[in-house]
T-cell receptor, first 109, second 115 residues
Framework: GQNIDQPTEMTATEGAIVQINCTYQTSGFNGLFWYQQHAGEAPTFLSYNVLDGLEEKGRFSSFLSRSKGYSYLLLKELQMKDSASYLCAVVDSNYQLIWGAGTKLIIKP | IAGITQAPTSQILAAGRRMTLRCTQDMRHNAMYWYRQDLGLGLRLIHYSNTAGTTGKGEVPDGYSVSRANTDDFPLTLASAVPSQTSVYFC??????????????FGPGTRLTVL
């Protein structure tokens, strides 16, 4: 079966750094997405990794290790507006997205 | 309009009734998708369409049907709604020819309650 694992909830402090992990077991791999979803809203694209390594975009970075079936999203200089759910999704061998349940990130002042 | 729109925003429906959720995009994306999102579960694919005139079944297709008569519209129909279909429904689209892994763009969602 196909499986994406993420922590259900994490708490961090404004201004700090947080790392959200994602491990996956899928039939094939054609890339990994991270999306952000604020409560009551639609998911929005954050990052895409298809090769091993770190991709940096401003305060957000995403890392991929295909051999370990592992990715993380790193958020720096946390702001209150970063309170949201973060969804990990893997593109499988049929080029369909398999979604994790998401990690709810709570930012405290 | 710009992006993807969905209608209605929310709906309360009696069990057994027929309901069509509408989705329209103006980005000329070939691929479109319908997901449902339930608390504690990831987005689950109901149906998809890789191009106008074709559709396919996703992970949870039972009780739902779709059509893709043109590029812009991708309606989702519940023939006879049941309470387990209470969920938030998201429509999405992507351009498989883009170089960014076919990022999916999402509509604002429809919150459906079946009583």
């Amino acid at each position: 079966g196909q499986n994406i694992d993420q922590p259900t909830e994490m708490t961090a402090t404004e201004g700090a750094i947080v790392q959200i992990n994602c491990t996956y077991q899928t039939s094939g791999f054609n890339g990994l997405f991270w999306y952000q979803q604020h409560a009551g809203e639609a998911p929005t694209f954050l990052s895409y990794n298809v090769l091993d390594g770190l991709e940096e975009k401003g305060r957000f970075s995403s890392f991929l290790s295909r051999s370990k079936g592992y990715s993380y999203l790193l958020l720096k200089e946390l702001q209150m507006k970063d309170s949201a759910s973060y969804l990990c999704a893997v593109v499988d061998s049929n080029y369909q997205l398999i979604w994790g349940a998401g990690t709810k990130l709570i930012i405290k002042p | 309009i710009a992006g993807i729109t969905q209608a209605p925003t929310s709906q309360i429906l009696a069990a057994g009734r027929r309901m069509t959720l509408r989705c329209t995009q103006d980005m000329r994306h070939n691929a479109m998708y319908w997901y449902r999102q339930d608390l504690g579960l990831g987005l689950r694919l109901i149906h998809y369409s890789n191009t106008a005139g074709t559709t396919g079944k996703g992970e949870v297709p039972d009780g739902y049907s779709v059509s893709r008569a043109n590029t812009d519209d991708f309606p989702l129909t519940l023939a006879s709604a049941v309470p387990s279909q209470t969920s938030v429904y998201f429509c999405a689209s992507s351009d498989p020819t883009s170089g960014d892994g076919s990022e999916q763009f999402f509509g604002p969602g429809t919150r459906l309650t079946v009583l």
